[in-house]
């Protein structure tokens, strides 16, 4: 029972659900530095990403694990002006920033097979803005849930973004 409990156990987190570990303040108030979750690795198997998911994904320039919010799809022109994300010319509501961001950008237009992504914490995260666009190959697995700390246990709610 032992045996057959730890294989699945083991193909389970090698298929499906992993945990991860938040070091940094650049998905700040979504996620905390310190939180533990777990992510399933299997959720765009059979669904589209969609802009607001938040993701795990193997950073371009090397090995590390980020989290960052999918704000831009393959296709999409995404800017900020005036503190103010737009997405193919649209104005889009971000309900998760405790702040909107102190800088601008001009369009960028998505490639294929690339996502671009932002932190929450806008004024304080490696993203996007300055490494460029994350190919889509990276992805690792969508956030699911907190579970440590014990008093932030709760499900991550991933924003569907719609425009104005």
Avoid: C
Avoid at 24 to 32: E, H, K
Avoid at 78 to 105: C, H, Q, T, W
Avoid at 126 to 141: E, I, M, V
């Amino acid at each position: 029972v032992v045996f057959s409990a730890l294989a699945v156990a083991l193909i389970l987190r090698a298929t499906v659900i992993q945990a991860y570990y938040i070091p940094s303040a650049s998905m700040r108030d979504t996620l905390l530095e310190h939180d533990h979750l777990l992510a399933n690795k299997a959720a765009y198997w059979f669904y589209p990403i969609k802009r607001g998911d938040i993701v795990i994904f193997k950073f371009p320039k090397d090995n590390r694990d980020f989290i960052k919010r999918v704000i831009g799809l393959p296709g999409d022109t995404v800017e900020v002006r005036a503190g103010k994300l737009r997405i193919n010319d649209r104005a889009f509501d971000e309900p998760y920033l405790r702040e909107p961001m102190n800088s601008s950008f001009h369009p960028r237009k998505v490639p294929e097979n690339m996502l671009f992504v932002l932190g929450d914490n806008r004024n304080n995260s490696d993203d996007s803005r300055y490494w460029g666009f994350l190919p889509r190959r990276n992805l690792k697995a969508k956030a699911l849930l907190i579970y440590y700390p014990f008093m932030r246990i709760k499900m991550i709610r991933h924003f569907n973004l719609e425009g104005r």
